[in-house]
């Protein structure tokens, strides 16, 4: 299993309509036949004006026979790109090896935080190992809904997805946490790793399966 993460960089004010031609459009014409959706979302906070869509795949192999069936899909080309590309202004992947299966929320409505942290060359499989090791520490508190490791895009990263029933729900999971002997155990350990940190909050949109 393979994901991958693309973030589209729209032109201000246009992340709505995006979102809606997505949702209307090419969800219509490209349902899961060329790669599974699994979340899609609109940035509220951290970089702005972007859609963030997550999609899976058997491999890599299966990704790339995928994407050339779809370029050749005569809807898709003339229907939704013709929407879509003239309020493009930039695309980013980052192709994701999954270390947890995805795990829906337990309810929908939620807000989403996705972190993605850069490890020192060579450390990110050892960062990754204490993080589950202290992950049902951190779940005492709130609910992981993806972990990952790069592929391509960025090297060196780990990506982590969180749901939360609100901003306020994160904070009070987040400053818990920070309280808890067990998590700082990890930190001690973990933290040395790190070289960067950055986080982004997303509202998942109508059409999104994970919401």
Partial sequence: MIHELRIYTVKAG?????AKNSGE??????GDNYGKLEGYWMTEIGPLNQVCHLWSY????ERARLRVELSKNERWTKEYIPLTRPILIRQDI?????????????SAGNVYEFRNY????????EWAKH????LP??????????????EAGQPNEVCHLWAYPDLNARTAARAAVAKDPAWGEFLKKAGGLLEEMHTMIMLPSAHSPLK
């Fill in 58 to 61: 058997k491999d890599l192999n």
């Fill in 25 to 30: 459009v090419g969800r219509a014409i490209r």
């Fill in 14 to 18: 246009t992340v709505g309509e995006m």
């Fill in 118 to 125: 850069r490890i020192k060359p060579g450390a990110a499989r």
């Fill in 94 to 106: 980052r192709l994701l090896n999954p270390l947890l299966d995805l795990k829906a929320p337990a």
């Fill in 137 to 150: 520490v951190r779940e005492k508190y709130s609910k992981i809904v993806g972990l990952w490791h790069t």
């Fill in 131 to 134: 993080f589950t090791e202290a």
